[in-house]
C-alpha cells in the first residue's frame, strides 16, 4: 500500500500531548505523520511512545533533543534512507534537532521544525535564513517525488495571518523570510493547502494568551510543500482545527494531506470551520506579546 494520508504536526512537547496524540491518531489514521517540538531526547521518545506506535504499526525516525526543538518522522508505509539534519546546516551555535527525512511509500518526506527568527534582523533571523537555505540545498538535491512538511515559522503570504497590520515590525513575515520560503518552493513544491484553497482564511497556530484561538486570530505557518508528482495526487487537503480544541491542546493544530483518495471527502480547509467572525485589515487587535 502507497501513501495516502500524510500529516504534519507541531505538538509542542509530545509528552505533555500523549493524551491527545495516541487518540487522534487512532481517529485520522495517517499513513506517515511528520512531528515537530516533540522536546525529547531519542531514547526518551522510544520509552514514552515506542511501544504503542508499533503496535499501531509504526516505524519511527526520531532526531530529539531533551528539552527544546526536536522532530520526528512516523510511518507505515516503509521508512527508508533515514537522514537525521541537513548536511551543511548551520548552528546556533550548534546544530539543532530541526530536519529528519526517510523514504516512505516511494516519497521522500522531510520533518522539518524552521528557526524561529526572534526578532528581524537578529543574529538568530540569519541562523533562519542560512538554515532554510541549507534546507534548500538538501531537497534539490533529493529525488523528484517529495514532501516538505512541518513548521516553517513563515507565513506566506499576508492572507496567512489575521490581521497584517498586527504583525509590522514582527518576524514570520519579513520579505527576507518570505523570499527564502519562496526560493525553496521554487525548486518545484506546491503549498497544496493554499492551492486547494486560494481565498479562504486558514490558520494553523494560535496564541495560547489572551483567547487567540476563540477570537481565530491566527497564522498558517505550519506547510505541506509537494513537488509536482504528489502534489498532483492531492485529493483533500484540510487543517484538522478539532485537535486544537478542548483539553491539554497544542497552539498548532494538525495539517492533513489526502493523497489519490481522500477517506473523509474533499473537505476543508479547517474543520471544523471557526465560529468566530473574520476580522478586517487594520481593526487594531495586537499580538499579546505586543505593547
Known amino acids: 500500500m502507497g501513501l495516502v494520508r500524510v500529516a504534519t504536526w507541531n505538538v509542542n512537547s509530545v509528552k505533555q500531548r500523549m493524551p491527545r496524540l495516541l487518540p487522534w491518531l487512532d481517529e485520522r489514521q495517517p499513513d506517515v505523520l511528520c512531528l515537530q517540538e516533540t522536546k525529547l531526547a531519542d531514547q526518551a521518545f522510544t520509552e514514552l511512545l515506542g511501544q504503542e506506535l508499533g503496535r499501531r504499526g509504526y516505524e519511527v525516525a526520531l532526531h530529539g533533543e531533551v528539552q527544546w526543538n526536536g522532530v520526528a518522522l512516523l510511518s507505515r508505509v516503509g521508512l527508508d534512507d533515514v537522514v537525521k539534519g541537513l548536511a551543511d546546516a548551520p548552528g546556533f551555535p550548534h546544530p539543532e534537532a530541526r530536519a529528519v527525512a526517510a523514504t516512505c511509500g ?24 542560512a538554515w532554510l537555505a541549507a534546507l534548500r540545498d538538501v531537497v534539490s538535491a533529493g529525488p523528484e517525488s517529495a514532501l516538505v512538511c512541518g513548521d516553517v515559522n513563515i507565513a506566506p503570504a499576508d492572507a496567512d495571518v489575521f490581521d497584517p497590520d498586527a504583525y509590522i515590525g514582527q ?89 489519490d483518495v481522500a477517506p473523509d471527502g474533499d473537505i476543508g480547509p479547517v474543520v471544523p470551520p471557526p465560529s468566530a467572525p473574520a476580522g478586517r485589515r487594520g481593526s487594531g487587535r495586537k499580538l499579546p506579546q505586543s505593547p
Open 106 to 129: 516511494g516519497v521522500r518526506v522531510h520533518s522539518v521544525y524552521v528557526p524561529n527568527g526572534r526578532t528581524p534582523d537578529s543574529d538568530h533571523y540569519h541562523y533562519k535564513l
Open 171 to 259: 518576524t514570520h513575515v519579513t520579505p527576507r523570510e518570505r523570499a527564502a520560503l519562496a526560493e525553496l518552493e521554487a525548486l518545484g513544491l506546491r503549498d497544496v493547502v493554499r492551492e486547494r484553497w486560494p481565498a479562504e482564511r486558514v490558520f494553523t497556530y494560535w496564541d495560547y494568551r489572551a483567547g487567540m484561538f476563540h477570537k481565530d486570530l491566527g497564522m498558517r505557518i505550519d506547510l505541506v510543500l509537494a513537488s509536482g508528482p504528489v502534489a498532483d495526487r492531492v485529493r483533500a487537503a484540510w487543517v484538522d482545527r478539532h485537535a486544537r480544541k478542548g483539553t491539554g491542546p497544542s497552539d498548532h493544530a494538525p495539517v492533513i494531506v489526502d493523497l
